[in-house]
């Protein structure tokens, strides 16, 4: 590999490595709520117990759940909720 390809790799790899820091805060899973529900989704977050998050997109509030999750931490709930309802 040659070196501008090293630095490219590294490069990428680092921006990647703040693109997830970001996508696990609050504001990155804002950015994905606001994203959702242009596309017409509604989410439901439910903290069930210490270190367990439920995330649910439904496209109708009388239908049954488009995307669901349960997680560790709420933005990996949400993430995981909104990759099944865009399934």
């Known amino acids: 590999m040659t ?6 790799g590294e ?3 680092g921006e990647l490595v703040l693109l997830h820091a970001w996508l696990d805060s609050w504001s990155g899973l804002g950015a994905i709520v606001v994203g959702m529900a242009r596309q017409g989704y509604r989410l439901s977050l439910t ?3 210490e270190g367990e998050w439920r995330a ?3 496209s109708h509030p009388l239908t049954s759940a488009d995307g669901f999750a ?3 931490t709420p933005w990996r709930a949400v993430q995981m909720a909104a990759w099944a309802a865009l399934r």
Do not use: G, K
């Open 56 to 58: 649910v997109f439904s």
């Open 70 to 72: 349960v997680a560790r």
């Open 47 to 49: 903290n069930l117990t």
């Open 3 to 8: 070196t501008a390809a090293c630095w490219v």
């Open 11 to 13: 490069r990428v790899a």
